[in-house]
């Protein structure tokens, strides 16, 4: 038998569509990634290059995708990358290849300069590979009643719903483009991006003019930008009336958001915070320096220094003074926190981090600094 690793090439496209759609059909439920990821699968997509492949005898037996990305938070543009259609053949199991595929890959990453990679998928298979559960997004779920009791006597907005078309891009696009902090996406593939995980677009109307817009997979809301953030509760309202069936909507949102978040804290039913992705970073220095002035704008953040190093990696100093957030590059010193990669991304990224570590337990700066509020939006995942 003849086993090749190798890059898809455009004579695997279809093959490598069939490839996913076959294991994780096998595994869970009909897939079709065609159409569940029309913004990596659809027919004007060049994704061959992306997918690392095991051939045995001229057959796909293994298979991962990275998608690479940028992020952009203020004037910082961050290299990131979505790992995805993580798949082997059951009959190719246990042979290692996954192993070999993932450590190719996360080669790639480091030596094309990736700040950082991020993934779905069960915690402790990727943490072999440094990958673990980071970030904080606030799940929102508001009923009916939410709506009915506290805004009892209002008269709302009349807004028209409608799936969102070509003729509607440049209008929604422009304003995804209006955030300070995203994934950069073309408006070539702004539609696509939003159809993904079998999400609709839907458009905003309010006499005839687009106010905003959203995207619904059932009663989840994973994206909702607006004009106006006060239209808020008259979008919710439209929601339940045109759609009928939902007795609840849940909204995903980035802890930095200040447009829907105050409202939404007087209106939901629950509000629960939670781990975003399994996260694995590359350049702690610069995805910390960016989070880091993203936290700054919605918290105080108080004055000080601290010194990190990583175990074979770097050794940078996070300075905040009169609120204003920096980070450096640094010489590491006796007192500076020394962590493994994996206690790093915990400590920086997560609300448990500073209990896992105990010679961090005790820093007043590190219970104020952290978690930093990572996030990667729902649909730019694969």
């Known amino acids: 038998?003849?086993?090749?690793?190798?890059?898809?090439?455009?004579?695997?496209?279809?093959d490598i569509v069939d490839f996913g759609d076959l294991v994780f059909s096998k595994n869970s439920r009909p897939h079709d990634f065609q159409t569940l990821l029309p913004k990596l699968y659809g027919p004007a997509s060049q994704f061959e290059p992306l997918h690392y492949l095991v051939k045995e005898d001229g057959k796909i037996r293994a298979m991962i995708c990275v998608l690479p990305m940028e992020y952009r938070v203020g004037n910082k543009i961050l290299k990131i990358n979505g790992v995805g259609t993580v798949s082997v053949h059951p009959a190719a199991r246990s042979r290692g290849y996954m192993k070999k595929l993932m450590a190719w890959a996360l080669e790639d990453m480091e030596t094309e300069g990736y700040d950082f990679s991020v993934l779905g998928g069960q915690r402790q298979r990727y943490e072999y590979f440094g990958y673990t559960p980071m970030g904080t997004r606030l799940r929102y779920t508001v009923t009916r009643d939410n709506l009915r009791h506290r805004y009892a006597g209002r008269t709302f907005a009349s807004l028209h719903l409608r799936p969102m078309e070509e003729k509607d891009?440049?209008?929604?696009?422009?304003?995804?483009?209006?955030?300070?902090?995203?994934?950069?996406?073309?408006?070539?593939?702004?539609?696509?991006v939003l159809r993904s995980w079998t999400a609709t677009p839907w458009v905003v109307e309010e006499n005839d003019s687009i106010v905003g817009y959203f995207c619904s997979n059932g009663n989840l809301l994973p994206e909702v930008l607006l004009r106006d953030p006060a239209l808020l509760p008259d979008l919710l309202h439209t929601f339940f009336q045109q759609f009928g069936a939902p007795s609840e909507a849940i909204l995903i949102l980035p802890e930095w958001d200040l447009t829907f978040t105050p409202e939404l804290g007087r209106l939901a039913e629950s509000i629960r915070t939670e781990?975003?992705?399994?996260?694995?970073?590359?350049?702690?220095?610069?995805?910390?320096?960016?989070?880091?002035?993203?936290?700054?704008?919605?918290?105080?953040?108080?004055?000080?220094?601290?010194?990190?190093?990583?175990d074979g990696g770097e050794t940078f100093t996070i300075v905040v003074e009169n609120g204003i957030a920096?980070?450096?590059?640094?010489?590491?010193?006796?007192?500076?926190?020394?962590?493994?990669?994996?206690?790093?991304?915990?400590?920086?990224?997560?609300?448990?981090?500073?209990?896992?570590?105990?010679?961090?337990?005790?820093?007043?700066?590190?219970?104020?600094?952290?978690?930093?509020?990572l996030l990667t939006p729902e649909q730019d995942n694969c």
């Open 169 to 192: 891009v440049a209008d929604c696009y422009a304003l995804y483009e209006q955030q300070s902090i995203r994934v950069c996406r073309s408006q070539e593939e702004f539609l696509a």
């Open 1 to 14: 038998m003849k086993v090749e690793f190798c890059k898809g090439t455009l004579e695997d496209r279809q």
């Open 326 to 373: 920096s980070v450096q590059k640094a010489v590491s010193t006796p007192d500076a926190l020394a962590l493994s990669p994996l206690q790093a991304e915990r400590l920086l990224f997560t609300r448990e981090g500073w209990r896992e570590i105990p010679q961090a337990a005790s820093s007043f700066l590190v219970r104020s600094w952290f978690p930093l509020p």
């Open 275 to 310: 781990a975003d992705h399994n996260y694995r970073i590359f350049h702690f220095a610069d995805v910390v320096q960016a989070f880091l002035q993203v936290k700054a704008g919605y918290t105080p953040l108080p004055d000080g220094q601290l010194t990190l190093t990583v």
